[in-house]
């Protein structure tokens, strides 16, 4: 991987591990990534890590069906998930595809960068 995309997906990940929105299956994939940079098991590593966010990020469809679900009202609060929902459905309206908490903006800036991370 070039140092430019290196240093690019380092930062993305450690403000994805700092978000409050990261989960605990992503950030231990981010640490195994991390650790594994320069070793022989970068490459697969890599491939995990990859396949982890591909996992977690949040299709802007799902967060809109699960916040204004019985389940998402009762993990959100009632109030709490209306105001995601809607907030979910002005961001879709102008084109997101993803959910927009601080995990998910760096999860998809870091594949954005995905083909150049499998080099």
């Known amino acids: 991987?070039?140092?430019?995309?290196?240093?690019?997906?380092?930062?993305k990940?450690?403000?994805?591990t700092d978000a409050f929105s990261c989960s605990k299956e992503a950030k231990a994939a981010a640490e195994d990534w991390?650790?594994?940079?320069?070793?022989?098991a970068e490459?697969?590593?890599t491939r995990k890590y990859i396949?982890?966010?591909?996992?977690?990020?949040m299709p802007i469809d799902?967060?809109?069906?699960?916040a204004g679900s019985d389940q998402g009202?009762?993990?959100?609060?009632?109030?709490?998930?209306?105001?995601?929902v809607a907030h979910a459905q002005e961001i879709k309206a102008d084109g997101a595809k993803y959910c927009d908490c601080p995990a998910c903006k760096a999860v998809e800036a870091i594949l954005q960068k995905k083909e150049e991370m499998l080099k």
């Open 1 to 11: 991987m070039e140092k430019q995309v290196l240093d690019y997906v380092v930062e």
């Open 13 to 16: 990940t450690h403000a994805m």
């Open 34 to 40: 991390l650790k594994s940079i320069g070793t022989d």
């Open 43 to 45: 490459a697969e590593a």
């Open 51 to 57: 396949a982890e966010l591909e996992a977690d990020i």
């Open 62 to 66: 799902q967060l809109i069906g699960f």
């Open 73 to 84: 009202k009762a993990y959100f609060g009632a109030d709490q998930a209306a105001g995601i």
